[in-house]
């Protein structure tokens, strides 16, 4: 993850809970650390059904909800965490954002609607944002290739990385799809 200051912004609060949900285990994870350091008691759920069980005994402060889940619709957790507790502040994200996504999400009581790759410090502004204000907004945007990859592994991750309907969905070719996917791969490799 990316930082936009100097050094994490660590938060201070009575409650710090916070639950990421994100059917992508690795990121949900990784996020989970991130804010982690800058001050929250993070856990993780990879289905909108362990996310449900989660609000139901421990409603959080604060949550992250990824929009698209492979068993249902992040929106439904808002609602949910909204009724169970009416202070949390949520935030969603998506790699499928979109005006009228960003205005069901508010409209259901997110605070605020990020696409997908936002990094920690991103989440914590919005978290953190006055209420009734906006956060501020990012110093520096994705490149578009980072924001295509994180569209294609969102799309991948929800087609259980089913390349057929992964391209049917991206409406590319199966082909063109499988030589990003590898490319990316050798990338990592090679960098990792």
């Known amino acids: ?51 449900l069980d989660r609000l139901s005994t421990s409603p959080p402060a604060f949550a992250v909800f990824d929009l698209r889940l492979q068993d249902g619709n992040g929106i439904d957790l808002v609602e949910a965490l909204r009724r169970l507790r009416p202070d949390a502040r949520c935030v969603m994200l998506s790699g499928y954002g979109n005006i009228a996504t960003a205005v069901s999400a508010a409209k259901h009581g997110a605070i605020d609607f990020l696409a997908k790759p936002a990094d920690a410090d991103q989440i914590v502004d919005a978290l953190r944002a006055p209420k009734g204000r906006m956060p501020p907004p990012p110093d520096s945007i994705a490149p578009p290739r980072e924001v ?14 089913n390349l057929s309907a992964a391209a049917r969905q991206l409406g590319m070719h199966r082909r063109t799809l499988q030589r990003i996917v590898r490319r990316e791969e050798s990338r990592e490799t090679a960098d990792g």
């Open 1 to 51: 993850m990316s930082s936009n200051h100097d050094s994490p912004s660590v938060v201070r609060s009575e409650d710090m809970s916070l639950l990421i949900v994100d059917d992508d285990e690795v990121f949900a994870s990784r996020l989970a650390k991130a804010l982690q350091a800058r001050g929250f008691d993070a856990s993780t759920a990879t289905s909108r059904k362990a996310a």
């Open 148 to 161: 295509r990859l994180a569209h294609i592994q969102d799309v991948l991750a929800h087609c259980d990385n």
